[in-house]
Structure formats: C-alpha cells, structure tokens
C-alpha cells in the first residue's frame, strides 16, 4: 500500500461539517468532487474526561 499526501486546503467544508461525534479525535466534513469526506486529525485524548 503507497501513502499519498494530499493538500486538503482548497476543499470547502460541507453541511456535514460539526456533525461528526466521538472524541477520539478532531474531525472535519469536506467535499471533493461532490462527495462527503471525514477528515480525521489524531490528538492525545489523555486529558478528555
């Protein structure tokens, strides 16, 4: 399997933004070419109660 990278910055925030639960990691709702996309950036949840 081949890791790309991709620069997420050009891509808006759909309506799906903010609606994504948990707290195992902050996430973020994008479209790309008209479809949903769950960005997902890990963080230590150490300090989550």
Not at 2 to 17: A, G, M, N, Q, V
Not at 21 to 29: A, D, F, S, Y
Not at 32 to 48: H, L, M, N, R, S
């Amino acid at each position: 399997m081949k890791t790309t990278i991709i620069d997420l910055e050009p891509f808006p925030l759909s309506e799906r933004h903010g609606t994504y639960g948990g707290k195992g990691c902050r996430k973020e709702g994008i479209t790309i070419d008209g479809e949903y996309w769950i960005v997902k950036y890990w963080y230590a949840t150490i300090k989550i109660q």
